[in-house]
């Protein structure tokens, strides 16, 4: 068995073999003329090629003319509809708006002014160890040939007490009416001439020293002479 075997192989690749042998020829003989046929046609086909002039462009045309100028045609008029009223309106219907109620805005109360600070305290008047006093009679400061024309012409009358500040050389320095006469012209002069005539021991405080103070004079009886 294993010989028999062995013999069909051997005999299988020497067939084998000789069909490839054929299939090769055959190849080679049928591309070698297949490729000679192409060769000759393709010469053929390059000496029978004709080459053309391409045709010359066609010649330029003229642009057509313009259109002519056309008017323009108005649009035709187009009458309104007619207005239709109707006979039966509906009825206006009025709306009330309420006003709002004016807004309260209170007025600011202005702040009560500040009250006016306290004036200040007068100075206390210096202590006086020596009152003042005047120098002579103070009567004699005064007589009819002084008496006023217009208080004579008028036959005023009367009794005047003035308040003199007498100064620290012991001059007066003013002069205040305290009780009126009733007559100004006898005021004034009471305090005219008690100015200009009247002079004073000026008052003296504890440490000798001369200062101002006031000297009233309790009343100058102004009388006319025969009453």
């Known amino acids: ?4 075997d062995q013999k069909m192989s051997s005999g299988k ?10 299939h090769a020829a055959l190849g080679y003989a049928f591309v070698t003329g297949l490729a000679y046929q ?7 086909k390059l000496n029978t090629f004709d080459v053309e002039e391409p045709p010359p462009p066609p010649p330029d045309e003229p642009p057509p003319p313009p259109p002519p100028d056309q008017q323009m045609q108005p ?8 207005i239709v009223r109707n006979p039966n309106p509906p009825p206006v219907v009025m709306t009330t708006v309420p006003t709002p109620p004016p807004v309260y805005i209170p007025t600011p109360i202005a702040a009560p002014p500040a009250p006016p600070a306290p004036a200040p305290a007068p100075p206390a008047p210096p202590r006086v160890a020596v009152k003042v006093s005047p120098k002579g009679n ?3 400061w005064f007589s009819n040939d002084d008496y006023p024309p217009a208080a004579r012409r008028a036959e005023a009358q009367g009794r005047v007490s003035v308040a003199l500040n007498i100064g620290a050389d012991g001059r ?13 012209d006898l005021d004034d002069a009471t305090c005219r001439l008690a100015q200009r005539r009247g002079r004073f021991n000026p008052a003296k405080d504890p ?4 200062i101002e103070s006031t ?6 009886r102004w009388q006319l002479e025969g009453n």
């Open 138 to 140: 103070p009567g004699s």
């Open 1 to 4: 068995m294993a010989y028999a």
């Open 215 to 220: 000297y009233v004079l309790p009343g100058v």
């Open 172 to 184: 007066v320095t003013g002069c205040r009416v305290t009780s009126s006469s009733g007559n100004q």
């Open 38 to 44: 192409y060769v000759k046609k393709a010469q053929e």
């Open 75 to 82: 649009p035709p008029v187009v009458s309104p509809p007619p």
């Open 207 to 210: 440490s000798g020293a001369s």
């Open 13 to 22: 690749i020497v067939a084998i073999v000789i069909v490839a042998l054929i």
